[in-house]
C-alpha cells in the first residue's frame, strides 16, 4: 500500500512540476470555426515563412519570420517577385 501511495504522490508532483514550465506556441486559427488549425512550440531563433497572393499584383509574397529573444515574431525579410506601380500581373 505504501509503495502505491509513493508512486501516486511522485508522479502527482512530477504533473504539477511539468506544468508549470512555461512554453510559447504559434497558434493558427480558422476564426469563423474557433479551431486551430496550427499549433508549434516556439522558441528564440526559430524561422517561419507567410506566404499569399498580393490582392492587386496577383502574384505571390513570402514574409519570412523570426522569433527573437522576447517570443516576438520580427518580420526580417519579404520576397516579392513583382515591383509592377499596382497592376496586375495578368
Do not use: C
Amino acid at each position: 500500500m505504501k509503495k502505491g501511495k509513493i508512486l501516486f504522490i511522485t508522479a502527482a508532483v512530477l504533473i504539477a512540476a511539468l506544468g508549470s514550465i512555461p512554453f510559447h506556441v504559434l497558434q493558427i486559427d480558422v476564426l469563423r470555426e474557433e479551431r486551430p488549425v496550427f499549433v508549434r512550440i516556439v522558441r528564440p531563433g526559430n524561422e517561419f515563412a507567410l506566404g499569399y497572393i498580393h490582392s492587386v499584383e496577383l502574384s505571390p509574397v513570402w514574409d519570412y519570420f523570426r522569433v527573437d529573444d522576447s517570443y516576438r515574431m520580427i518580420l526580417y525579410e519579404t520576397a516579392i517577385r513583382s515591383f509592377n506601380t499596382g497592376l496586375p500581373a495578368r
